[in-house]
């Protein structure tokens, strides 16, 4: 049982190159997110899928899209990659049925560098 | 949404208790108050969450006022594998607008 697995765990890209961050879970949990972290501060919500073929705006969606592929993949795309999305980007998901918040489980995250 | 504040830092000894406290005076009628820990280099995990009164797992305590605007942590007996930082979390009803606090630096020394 691997939890959340993201891929790759390091990136250096140019500015204006593009490329999909991927995350996948084995625990057979309905939702899905992606987080921004920034030196030294907390986590940001990107976007959020509470189920597959669903997905949902979080508070700094800009410059991103995603798409929930299945259950168990929820990947993450920059399309035009800018020095202001240089962060780490972690994965997280949960068993969440909707109708109480359930405990959200995180990947190692991928650090991201934008030249 | 509800704004969250909490101490940038905390400094404490081993075996002592930590109380770390947050802030929400927005926090709504169907939201939950949950504390998340990061170590360096890895992705927060989950501590423990409550809505209302007390809470105990066996590794922290979680107390909530009957008015809900704060919440404190609390961390029994800490040791040096207790430093890292803490997140409190107000979790509302629609997923998509989950805040995190900016977090508390916890810092032990032995």
């Known amino acids: 049982n691997a939890g959340v697995t993201q891929t790759p765990k390091f990136q250096v890209l140019k500015t204006g190159q593009s490329m999909t961050l991927q995350c996948a879970q084995d625990?057979?949990?309905?939702?899905m997110y992606w987080y921004r972290q920034d030196p030294g501060m907390g986590l940001r919500l990107i976007y959020y899928?509470?189920?597959?073929?669903?997905?949902d705006k979080g508070e700094v969606p800009n410059g991103y899209n995603v798409s929930r592929l299945n259950k168990r993949e929820f990947s993450l795309r920059l399309e035009s990659a800018a020095p202001s999305q240089t962060s780490v980007y972690f994965c997280?998901?949960?068993?969440?049925?909707?109708?109480?918040?359930?405990?959200?489980?995180f990947g190692p995250g991928t650090r991201l560098t934008v030249l | 949404l509800a704004k969250i504040t909490q101490p940038i830092s905390m400094d404490s000894y081993e075996g002592q208790e930590v109380n770390i406290t947050c802030s929400h005076n927005n926090i709504a009628t169907n939201d939950y108050i949950t504390w998340y820990q990061q170590f360096p280099s890895q992705g927060p995990r989950f501590i423990i969450q409550g809505y209302k009164t007390k809470v105990t797992n066996e590794v922290a305590s979680l107390f909530i006022p009957a008015d809900r605007k704060s919440s404190t942590l609390s961390l029994p007996r800490v040791s040096l594998s207790d430093t890292a930082v803490y997140y409190c979390?107000?979790?509302?009803?629609?997923?998509?607008?989950?805040?995190f606090g900016s977090g508390t630096r916890l810092s032990i020394r032995p």
């Open positions: 899928s509470a189920s597959e073929g669903t997905t």
């Open positions: 997280a998901s949960s068993p969440r049925d909707g109708e109480s918040y359930n405990e959200q489980f």
């Open positions: 979390l107000v979790v509302p009803w629609s997923a998509s607008k989950i805040i």
């Open positions: 625990m057979n949990h309905n939702s």
